[in-house]
């Protein structure tokens, strides 16, 4: 069952019914100012930080769901009848329905009692603002009178704080009004230097901004007494809950159109020049009212709407495929480089799912988001690795996260995880083969945020490796530390306290468990390294590199084989974990699909074993599990992945996050079949049709979807912030397609279904656009190159000489 349809032209899921499944949302802004908006104009909007910033509120897990946003209400002056044009708050019958997500941009439009209304909300480029651009049409036969009120809620701007510490912020609020817009100055009289505004470009009949004199007692968002009445109180908020609402009158004629445009805004002024009269209380709003008048005007409204659409077309043109299958096209062209540039914007902090209070940007998961991002704006990946390198522990260790706004590391999610150090390694390295920036490895970084303690990025990455070689456990393999990238598989933890974070817990019995997916990802980053000094001519470097590698895949061959699968890891009592002589999860997903990768057992056929095992024990046609049996009772030596219940989660749900891994061993093995079809089970266009069951969003990813353990197998959950996005778009467009980035040049090798003829693509690498078209002649994988019409040897397209901005590559497959 559908709830739209894709419109791959305007780069546009279309929403035809407002009552999905779960809020279906998008993203608004791009830079610093960012908003969540669903298909009902559910969400909030916060500048920088989703915790330390948040400009509007939003009640989680609220009832109805999604209730609260940016909302306008129309009321019919000869009724007294009202609606929301975007269907929510007031869910009355709309006569059309119609939602269009685009790119950073969403448009919801209905049509009732013969008005039709639409409004677009976007975030122009630059700004740090919002724009509501509302367009009404009167198709009566008669003239319209009506009444409009917009509606924002304030947030007081520590989203946490906001929804726990009342005693203090029910006396907190404040607001100016002044020509009809109004301002939101919680706290600017003492430490605050920012507050935000919502201008309209009507004239303004009345206002509200005291919740309680708007909605009146023991309303909800679907009947306030205002629009009932249809007449604002012009209320100032002392304290309480500080909103936003413009009463507008609009008189149609038949036929004619109106449109009126709101803008809510974010503004920062210089300590010193806070109040206007300087030895005042009252905001100085000079700049502000700047802001705001160019963007009332409706002219620069279109300019910025054009210019956010020409930014995505030029953020898109990098990479275009044209293959036999309509959903990679769609996905791998438009959606998931759009997921990308939001998993990489917000790391894992605001979404439906995740509320923007409990997460800055993951150690782990930005550099992986990373992956999926550099070749869309290098310079903006650049600066992001620095920032990352730079909470780098002096030991090679690191934070698991940190806070986006101070850009310093933090504890608040625990810290020991053994596997972060190790994806700076594939993040820098996957920067360098994109761009050929080799400058990055001379920036001089500090350790810690310390001034002082500056040293090359490229030492950053020894000391990641050398963390790893630091802490090897009586198997030789490295010690997991808190968790390696299954944050739930907690073997030093033995947490037995009712609602203890296995994440901060603190370690109780020592620290000797072990983990294979560490060893895996360890070889993998090693021969990472070992590329990139022979790259930079550091031979010895390069042998070191690969020796490293060598020793720690000869272990895994002893130590880390079960007989079938790699194992998963050893506990801290010596105990295998992920092993045929467990009593359940005998086997996992992670060390088969990161020891593939990484070339661990390609010679001696376990890899290709492995994976055999993968697709026999834990492929799904949802996609396949994390592992199997999943953990009916709770163990303390396992930690958090037996206490979700079975098949959810890491608990043997789908974590679609490790499904590329499988995929692009897969292609390592030549299996152009059994990769594409993994990929085609968790591409979300390809799931489209099952949306009742899917319930999420058909355009983005999700972390997870119900393995088949659980009674809702094939329902996904947490879509959007999710490494998913990343990792399908490397196993899609550098494996299954085969467009892969190298020191060197563009490495052809694609390893796709047997029943496609080829495809098409261009990508555009280091500044050449190059035109690949990919023939197949034969079953298998064998590659013939031709490079403007002449045989070169090998498949690597050679970096052309300065110049040359396009080159014609042909692919023949045999
Ligand atoms: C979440 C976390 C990620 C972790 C994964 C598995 O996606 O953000 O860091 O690797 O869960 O536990
Ligand atoms: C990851 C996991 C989740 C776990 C959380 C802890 O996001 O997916 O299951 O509870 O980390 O922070």
Redesign the pocket.
């Known amino acids: 069952m559908r709830f739209g349809y894709f419109n791959d032209e305007r780069r546009e899921y279309v929403i035809t019914q407002p009552d999905t499944p779960l809020p279906w949302m998008n993203y608004l802004g791009n830079e610093d100012y960012f908003a969540i908006i669903s298909n009902t104009a559910g969400g909030y909007s916060f500048y920088q930080d989703a915790r330390l910033r948040r400009i509007t509120r939003y009640r989680y897990n609220n009832v109805p769901v999604d209730y609260g946003g940016r909302y306008i209400y129309i009321r019919d002056g000869a009724t007294g009848k009202f609606w929301s044009p975007t269907w929510q708050p007031v869910r009355g019958e709309l006569k059309k329905y119609v939602c269009r997500h685009g790119l950073g941009y969403s448009t919801i439009s209905s049509v009732n009692r013969g008005i039709e209304a639409t409004t677009r909300y976007f975030v122009p480029l630059g700004e740090n603002l919002e724009i509501w651009d509302l367009s009404l049409t009167n198709q009566r036969d008669l003239p319209a009178e009506l009444d409009l009120f917009s509606l924002i809620e304030f947030a007081l701007w520590d989203a946490q704080d906001d929804a726990t510490n009342f005693q203090r912020n029910f006396n907190t609020g404040e607001v100016e009004v002044e020509e009809g817009v109004i301002y939101h100055k919680t706290e600017y009289r003492e430490r605050r230097d920012h507050f935000a505004y919502f201008a309209c470009s009507e004239p303004v009949f009345g206002f509200d901004t005291q919740r309680a004199d708007f909605l009146g007692p023991y309303r909800g968002w679907d009947d306030p007494i205002v629009v009932e009445k249809g007449a604002a109180n012009n209320s100032i908020a002392h304290g309480w809950a500080p909103i936003g609402s413009h009463h507008i009158k609009v008189s149609l004629e038949p036929g004619q159109k109106h449109r009126i445009i709101f803008l809510l805004g974010y503004h920062e002024n210089p300590q010193e020049a806070k109040f206007d009269p300087p030895d005042s209380q009252t905001i100085n709003k000079q700049a502000a009212k700047h802001v705001i008048s160019r963007y009332l005007d409706p002219n620069l409204v279109d300019n910025a709407f054009e210019n956010l659409n020409l930014y995505w077309e030029q953020v898109l043109e990098v990479i275009n495929v044209h293959t036999p299958d309509e959903n990679t096209n769609r996905i791998v062209n438009i959606w998931n480089q759009y997921q990308c540039m939001v998993t990489f914007n917000l790391s894992?902090s605001a979404s439906f799912f995740e509320s923007g209070v409990g997460?800055g940007m993951?150690f782990?998961?930005s550099n992986q988001d990373l992956l999926g991002f550099i070749h869309m704006i290098p310079d903006r990946a650049r600066q992001r690795i620095l920032d990352i390198a730079a909470t780098q522990l002096p030991d090679g260790g690191a934070y698991h996260q940190y806070q986006p706004l101070t850009k310093r590391g933090n504890d608040a999610v625990g810290s020991d995880f053994n596997d972060d150090p190790l994806w700076l390694v594939l993040a820098v390295t996957a920067y360098l083969k994109e761009t050929g920036d080799r400058s990055l490895l001379d920036e001089p970084v500090p350790y810690d945020n310390q001034p002082g303690s500056e040293q090359h990025l490229y030492e950053h990455l020894q000391r990641s490796i050398r963390f790893t070689l630091d802490r090897l456990g009586q198997h030789d393999l490295p010690l997991i530390g808190r968790?390696d990238?299954?944050?739930?598989l907690n073997l030093n933890t033995f947490s037995s306290e009712p609602g203890e974070s296995f994440q901060t817990v603190e370690i109780h019995e020592g620290d000797t468990a072990e983990s294979v997916f560490i060893a895996g990802l360890f070889v993998l980053a090693a021969r990472e390294m070992a590329g990139l000094a022979a790259a930079q001519g550091l031979v010895n470097d390069a042998d070191d590199y690969s020796d490293v590698a060598q020793r720690m895949e000869n272990v895994v061959i002893k130590n880390g084989w079960d007989g079938e699968w790699f194992l998963r890891a050893y506990d801290n009592f010596g105990q295998e974990v992920g092993s045929h002589k467990c009593e359940q999860g005998q086997i996992f997903i992670e060390p088969q699909g990161i020891c593939a990768m990484a070339g661990i057992g390609i010679g001696n056929g376990m890899a290709k074993k492995a994976l055999e095992s993968v697709t026999d024990r834990l492929a799904t046609s949802h996609g396949i599990v994390l592992h199997q049996p999943a953990y009916t009772k709770y163990y303390l030596q396992l930690g958090e992945i037996s206490s979700y219940p079975p098949g959810y989660k890491?608990n043997a749900g789908v974590?679609c996050?490790t499904n590329p891994w499988i995929m692009i061993a897969e292609t390592l093995q030549g299996n152009g079949d059994r990769a594409f079809d993994y990929y085609a089970r968790n591409n979300p266009s390809a799931r489209e049709g099952i949306s009742d069951i899917h319930r999420c969003e058909p355009y983005v990813y999700a972390?997870m979807i119900a393995g088949w353990d659980a009674p809702t197998h094939g329902e996904a959950k947490n879509s959007w912030l999710?490494?998913t996005a990343a990792w399908n778009f490397v196993a899609i467009t550098q494996w299954i397609l085969g467009i892969r980035p190298t020191y060197d040049g563009l490495h052809l090798s694609p390893v796709i279904p047997q029943d496609w003829e080829g495809f098409k693509a261009t990508r555009i690498f280091r500044g050449v656009t190059y035109n690949i078209s990919v023939v197949r002649e034969g079953l298998g994988n064998r590659v013939s190159l031709k490079v403007d019409g002449t045989h070169i040897d090998g498949d690597i397209v050679p970096i052309p000489s300065k110049g040359v901005e396009d080159v014609q590559v042909e692919v023949i497959l045999t």
């Open positions: 894992r997460r993951g782990r998961d968790a990238w299954n944050d739930c890491e974590f996050h972390q999710t490494g």
